[in-house]
């Protein structure tokens, strides 16, 4: 995780089972579920990068946060 702030204004999506397929890269972290996060209108500035997608996986009842993918606008 970066500084706190990056998160800050952003929206989740809906959890999503995670696919490999989608995400390859991610796939050794073993995630459960992914989310995607929106940024908000307002962040839209060339440059800005932003946490994009999150990825959790279920362990012993709880969701443990494995990786985030980060995104930059162009």
Request: hydrophobic fraction near 40%.
């Amino acid at each position: 995780m970066r500084d706190p702030a990056d998160g800050e204004g952003l929206t989740a999506q809906e959890p999503e089972r995670f696919v490999a397929a989608h995400w390859p890269e991610m796939a050794h972290h073993d995630p459960t579920w992914s989310i995607n996060l929106s940024l908000p209108a307002s962040g839209v500035v060339a440059g800005a990068q932003y946490p994009g997608d999150v990825f959790y996986r279920e362990a012993g009842g709880e969701l443990r946060l494995v990786d985030i993918a980060w995104w930059t606008v162009q």
